[in-house]
């Protein structure tokens, strides 16, 4: 079954950089979306980022554009968030997330999320 | 593209008939996806593109509207239900979730 698990939480001072991983598993990976979705405590979702299945689209939520940098490398079926100039803004649960192959972009499967705490 | 449901909380009563809404700043078509959300537990698909139904998710869930107006409809409330629903556009980029509707226990 799919299977998605993020790493490299953690506590981390302003305007430092952090760098997320997500392994994934049970499905082809290169030929999914992933995402990255974030929430804060006590918050709601909000989508950060998400990369395709090749790597070569990518896109950004405005509050992290320019900050964050989305990769994958499909040869080890992982997909990582590279975090720099944090803010405190940024501390949430950190959630990898798969979207549906099937053109409706639906989430169909996540991860069980990472703190990051800025401070 | 911004996402607002309503209402933010409501309370009910196992057996009840719930429905909220969410409602998008422009149309999406039928982009429209519903989450549930337990506390401390990553959400869960319920319902793709507006009223698809995810597998293994029992059919008292179900989902209705199209363009910019939807509802989530629980036909008989169950206490394993007592959650917060999101609702997420997918029509386009940067995707966003609604601010979310917490069923409470009356």
């Known amino acids: 079954q799919v299977q998605l698990v993020e790493s490299g939480g953690g506590l981390v001072k302003a305007g430092r950089s952090l760098r997320l991983s997500c392994a994934a598993s049970?499905?082809?990976?290169?030929?999914?979306?992933m995402s990255w979705v974030r929430q804060a405590p006590g918050k709601g979702l909000e989508w950060v980022s998400y990369?395709?299945?090749?790597?070569?689209?990518?896109n950004y939520a405005d509050s992290v554009r320019g900050r964050f940098i989305v990769s994958r490398d499909n040869a080890k079926n992982s997909l990582f968030l590279e975090m720099n100039s944090l803010r405190d803004e940024d501390t949430a649960v950190y959630y990898c997330?798969?979207?549906?192959?099937?053109?409706?972009?639906?989430?169909?499967?996540w991860g069980q999320g990472t703190l990051v705490t800025v401070s | 593209i911004q996402m607002t449901q309503s209402p933010s909380s409501l309370s009910a009563s196992v057996g009840d008939r719930v429905s909220f809404t969410c409602r998008a700043s422009?149309?999406?078509?039928?982009?429209l996806n519903w989450y549930q959300q337990k506390p401390g537990k990553a959400p869960n698909l319920l319902i793709y593109?507006?009223?698809n139904l995810q597998g293994g998710v029992p059919p008292r869930f179900s989902g209705s509207g199209s363009g910019t107006d939807f509802t989530l409809t629980i036909s008989s409330l169950q206490p394993e239900d007592f959650a917060t629903y999101y609702c997420?556009?997918?029509?386009?980029?940067?995707?966003?979730f609604g601010q979310g509707t917490k069923v409470e226990i009356k």
């Open positions: 997330a798969r979207e549906s192959a099937a053109g409706t972009a639906e989430i169909d499967s």
């Open positions: 049970g499905f082809t990976f290169n030929q999914y979306y």
């Open positions: 990369i395709s299945g090749s790597g070569r689209n990518t």
């Open positions: 422009q149309n999406i078509d039928n982009y």
């Open positions: 593109h507006a009223s």
């Open positions: 997420q556009q997918s029509y386009n980029t940067p995707r966003s």
